[in-house]
């Protein structure tokens, strides 16, 4: 077991805890990220906490609330990330960072107090190269909690731990996460070819060379979902136009839960296509609508008719969406052989 110096167990008054780098990639989070700094700083961490935010090149005042943070507090470093894409700026950060144990945060994230402690702990037990907990979708507006219904339940995304829950264990990948420095040198770091699914990729090159993913329930990170259709049918899209790339760069990465999207995409649209000369061909459309129309009923029990009704639409918009997105996936993204 890879062990720090001294044993979670022991009082924190009289152990060493080591030092973390929380590293932030940046964009366009004027409105979040004073609030998403000040979370992380004040964590009830006994040990030295550093923050490297990657800032790409924003459409609002990101960019001079970042610097005024850093002039503020010298525990926060501000690098530049020209690209604006997430596995630079990831990539950028962990270069500019001192220290043995990263913390992947997002610039919206609000952790909970115990976010950090609970991960290194957790990191010490199980010898983890890597750590991570649930991604806890809250919403405010009706549509934006009926997402966080969708996002939470099976019926939306599957029986991904980090989205609904479960027992803590091996995992293939995880919300966020806090890594040892040691597992990303050994795996280079993020792909910067993957525009999306950066993590999955990421955590799938950790588990190939032998280190393990833990998921950690305890870690719960609040997640705000997109606020309307489009953006969240663009959101869908793009994961599952990457999540094929995933596929096809690492064989034997897909399963079941990824294809039945595309496969309900391909039904439907059949369906549709003969039901002119073979009426039963609504049969598969209208027997999705249904289950979806079920299952918002079953998943929307306790919120307000608001949510409710927002939730089939919700439903359609996630699994067509990721479902097209990984369908059309062109062979031109395929990653470059490594050199």
């Not at 009830?44 to 001079?64: F, K, M, N």
């Not at 939306?156 to 990303?184: E, I, K, N, Q």
């Not at 040198?185 to 525009?195: I, K, L």
Request: glycine letters at 8%; aromatic letters at 8%; one cysteine or more.
């Amino acid at each position: 077991m890879k062990q720090f110096p001294d044993s979670p167990h022991a009082p924190a008054e009289t152990r060493s805890w080591p030092p973390i780098s929380v590293i932030m990639p940046v964009l366009n989070e004027e409105r979040h990220l004073r609030e998403a700094v000040d979370q992380v700083l004040a964590q009830s961490y006994p040990g030295e906490i550093e923050v490297v935010l990657a800032v790409g090149p924003s459409h609002d005042r990101t960019q001079e609330v970042a610097d005024a943070i850093a002039a503020a507090d010298p525990r926060v470093v501000v690098v530049p990330n020209p690209t604006g894409r997430t596995p630079n700026a990831l990539n950028a950060a962990i270069a500019a960072s001192r220290n043995g144990i990263v913390a992947r945060v997002d610039g919206h994230a609000m952790l909970p107090p115990d976010y950090l402690r609970v991960a290194v702990e957790t990191l010490e037990e199980t010898g983890a190269d890597n750590v991570g907990g649930v991604m806890a979708a809250e919403g405010v507006s009706p549509f934006e909690r009926a997402v966080a219904c969708a996002m939470t339940s099976k019926i939306g995304v599957g029986a991904a731990a980090f989205h609904v829950g479960g027992t803590a264990g091996p995992a293939d990948t995880v919300y966020l996460g806090v890594f040892r420095r040691s597992a990303l040198d050994r795996v280079g770091g993020y792909d910067e070819h993957f525009q999306r699914a950066q993590d999955w990729e990421m955590n799938h090159r950790i588990r190939r060379t032998g280190g393990l993913v833990w998921f950690q329930p305890r870690m719960r990170v609040s997640y705000r979902p997109r606020p309307n259709v489009k953006a969240l049918a663009k959101q869908y899209f793009h994961y599952g136009r990457w999540r094929h790339v995933v596929s096809r760069t690492h064989e034997g990465t897909i399963n079941l839960r990824y294809l039945a999207p595309p496969a309900a995409v391909l039904a439907m649209a059949l369906g549709l296509l003969v039901s002119p000369f073979f009426p039963l061909g609504l049969v598969i459309p209208g027997g999705y609508v249904l289950a979806i129309v079920a299952g918002s009923v079953l998943t929307g029990s306790g919120e307000p008719a608001a949510v409710k009704i927002r939730l089939p639409l919700v439903y359609a918009t996630m699994h067509v969406s990721w479902g097209w997105g990984f369908l059309t996936s062109p062979p031109s993204l395929a990653r470059p052989p490594r050199p």
